[in-house]
């Protein structure tokens, strides 16, 4: 069992359409980040979301953390093929020295 | 200009050597990390370094030896490798230490295929 828990595991769609990415925890975290991890790459920071109910807004990506900050989603707009990768949700646990990425999604967009 | 470098890309080697991966930053960053990510995509911490200084130690066999020469460096050096090790290895790196649960935007180098025959 993981701490975050990322749901759909994959996911393919084509272009345009519109999708969202659950990342979920049974505990509390005092922010979380989302990433982007292309294939044979690092991942790469989008966003880190601090407070409960926020809503961070990056082009067609939509952030929202939990009001109990205990989980946050990815909402993406018109899906492009260069959204295809995979996204991680990640944060730190009991106290700041312990950091965890969830299960991850991989998403694939086609033309 | 790279900011976080790893070296080498790719590493093949048989069980029980002993290997060692380099990674520098030139982003004048405080803080560095080095992470493992198995076939499922998994990322998991192994290791952090604060100003040289180790402040992250997950439950890594000892056989896993981090060292930082200078706050621009830390290298990871693996004693008698065994098939389980083989993973990609990810090195990051981020301007300060966590701080009230707060974690600074982090750097990620192009990571290390490691694979252990």
């Known amino acids: 069992t993981q701490l975050l828990e990322q749901s759909p595991q994959f996911l393919s769609i084509q272009e345009g359409e519109n999708l969202t990415v659950y990342c979920n925890s049974s505990?509390?975290?005092?922010?979380l980040q989302w990433y982007r991890q292309e294939p044979g790459e690092g991942p790469v920071l989008l966003v880190t979301?601090?407070?409960?109910?926020e809503v961070k807004k990056l082009k067609r990506l939509t952030f929202q953390f939990g009001d109990a900050r205990k989980d946050s989603s990815l909402h993406i707009t018109a899906a492009q093929p260069g959204d295809t990768g995979l996204y991680l949700c990640?944060?730190?646990?009991?106290?700041?020295?312990?950091?965890?990425f969830g299960s991850g999604t991989k998403l694939n967009v086609k033309p | 200009d790279t900011a976080v470098s790893q070296t080498p890309k790719y590493l093949v080697t048989q069980m029980g050597n002993d290997k060692s991966i380099k990674c520098e930053q030139n982003?004048?960053?405080?803080?560095m990390y080095w992470y493992k990510q198995d076939s499922k995509k998994f990322l998991k911490i192994m290791f952090s370094?604060?100003?040289?200084?180790?402040?992250i130690n997950e439950t890594v066999p000892n056989r896993f030896s981090p060292k930082s020469p200078d706050k621009a460096h830390l290298n990871l050096h693996i004693n008698s490798l065994e098939l389980g090790d083989s993973a990609v290895y990810f090195c990051?790196?981020?301007?300060?230490?966590?701080?009230?649960?707060?974690?600074?935007?982090?750097?990620f180098g192009p990571g290390t295929r490691l694979t252990v025959l």
């Open positions: 990051a790196s981020s301007q300060d230490m966590p701080d009230r649960g707060l974690f600074d935007e982090q750097f």
């Open positions: 990640a944060g730190p646990f009991r106290g700041f020295n312990k950091f965890y």
């Open positions: 505990s509390v975290f005092s922010s």
């Open positions: 370094y604060n100003n040289k200084e180790l402040i």
């Open positions: 982003l004048g960053h405080d803080t």
């Open positions: 979301v601090v407070t409960g109910g």
